[in-house]
């Protein structure tokens, strides 16, 4: 750390190895598989374990579950799913729901340093999601769907996300091209970004359906086409819902903005990153 500092910093000593260790701290997969679920390092097995139906099952990385012909990893009702430093990688065969990984009702999975590329589906190119789902440090990127490029929440279902990155996902024909939220659905996010994901309609990067969400300390950036920004109704008012203003440059980029905002009377999402909320 003292090299890389003496090296490559111009800031003071102190200074730039607090910051090397956070960076180094970010940076470290959590892997560790919950007391009581069974251990797979084979991706294989742990897909056939969770095919059973039953039992809690953990794949601990690093490992890639390869996707093909539109054959997306199930985690059915009953069955508690984890997987840590796992990369899911998809051929681009469109699924029906769930591009790379599907969490059915009454299923659960839970994911650290987890990565969701190349999937594509009607619903949730990376994942469809209908049960509880929890990621952390986790990258839902280059994904396609007709809703959801990156991740669909249906109703009943509830994704908790926590430092992880929507990335040049895509919904060419629809809405939400980085995350939908279905009615009855639940999503919430803190100290995520939002960046380079785009739709056709609204929602390049989130758009709420009458679910309920909850953003804290949340970046939306590079959004592209006409839906960008989110589509979620913050308590009656309109304002961008971003941390740091210097990510949208409003208001030059406002008047974009004003136009990608669902209209309605409910409130459907509450931003708490920003403190004139």
Known sequence: ???????????????????????????????????????????????????????????SGPATVEVVAGRSTKVPKGVSAEAHDVTFKGDGTKAANGGLLLVDNGASFKGS??????????????????????????????????????????????????????????????????????????????????????AMGPGGDIYNNGGAMTLTQVSFKECAGAGCGSSAEIRGRRRPPVCSPAAYRWPSRWPLLRHSYRQSSEVLAVFSCCPWF
């Open 1 to 59: 750390f003292f090299s890389v500092c003496a090296a490559h910093c111009t800031m003071p000593m102190l200074t730039c190895l607090l910051s090397v260790l956070l960076l180094a701290a970010s940076l470290t997969p959590v892997s560790g598989c919950t007391a009581g679920y069974t251990k797979y390092t084979d991706a294989g097995e742990w897909q056939a374990a969770l095919q059973t139906g039953e039992g809690s099952h953990c794949l």
């Open 113 to 198: 340093a987890v990565t969701f590329t190349g999937g594509k589906a009607f619903n949730g190119g990376g994942v469809f999601v209908m049960g509880a789902m929890t990621c952390d440090k986790c990258n839902f990127q280059n994904s396609q769907a007709t809703n959801g490029g990156g991740a669909f929440v249906n109703a009943g279902g509830s994704l908790t996300c926590s430092s992880c990155n929507f990335k040049d996902n895509a919904a060419p024909e629809g809405v939400a091209g980085g995350l939908m939220v279905n009615a009855q659905g639940t999503a919430t996010c803190t100290s995520c970004v939002f960046e380079g994901n785009t």
